[in-house]
């Protein structure tokens, strides 16, 4: 499966949340870009970012002057971010669920961004599509549970919402891998069987 770090784009600009909407602007029209990551402020600090959407609707819709303005009044932090090891199904996921175009790449310091274009352009979804499996929703319900935490609060009835779906999860796959393992030694045991009694009837049904 194809990984966030293999289809990033590595190569990343940022903008201190101090800097001007206008110093934002110059940026994003000289490198051709629709975000800038903001860098933290400090060690710990989350990462922000902010696009040109939230220049068009934050500013310019109501005629702010972008000199005036500082990054961080119109920035989105924290961010939601992504692992480097996160496969591409569930990065698409995670973008749909929270309803974002890009998110930076983050493993202890940013790596990279990785947007829906970079799904379309590099991904292998067309050619080998993958159906994510109980386990893999799960991961992305908690990253989208953690999102949401950060963003209303642990006390806000829409973060114990979100732990209730992983919950319910959780459960689901606590479930599954149990009828899965009362398979294999179901299976198991009936191998064993057959290479104890070689003769037996109901082992010899598999012969050509």
Not at 146 to 166: F, L, M, Q, Y
Request: proline share 5%.
């Amino acid at each position: 499966m194809i990984k966030a770090s293999e289809i990033m784009t590595r190569e990343v600009v940022s903008i201190q949340g101090s800097a001007t909407v206008a110093d934002a602007v110059k940026m994003m029209k000289e490198k051709s870009l629709r975000a800038l990551i903001v860098e933290p402020r400090y060690e710990g600090d989350p990462y922000g970012i902010v696009s040109e959407t939230d220049i068009v609707s934050k500013v310019a819709a109501f005629g702010h002057a972008p000199k005036q303005m500082w990054v961080y009044e119109v920035m989105t932090k924290p961010c939601i971010v992504v692992p480097p090891d996160l496969g591409l199904e569930y990065v698409a996921r995670l973008f749909a669920n929270t309803r974002i175009r890009r998110a930076p790449v983050v493993e202890g310091k940013l790596l990279g961004v990785i947007s829906v274009s970079d799904i379309l352009r590099k991904g292998d979804f067309v050619e080998k599509p993958k159906e994510l499996f109980i386990e893999d929703k799960l991961e992305v319900a908690r990253e989208e549970a953690r999102t949401i935490c950060a963003e209303k609060g642990p006390t806000a009835r829409e973060c114990a919402a979100a732990w209730d779906v992983v919950e319910e999860m959780q459960a689901a796959a606590a479930d599954q891998r149990t009828k899965q393992k009362v398979a294999e030694t179901a299976s198991s045991s009936f191998e064993q069987y057959c290479a104890d009694n070689p003769n037996a009837k109901e082992c010899r049904i598999y012969d050509d």
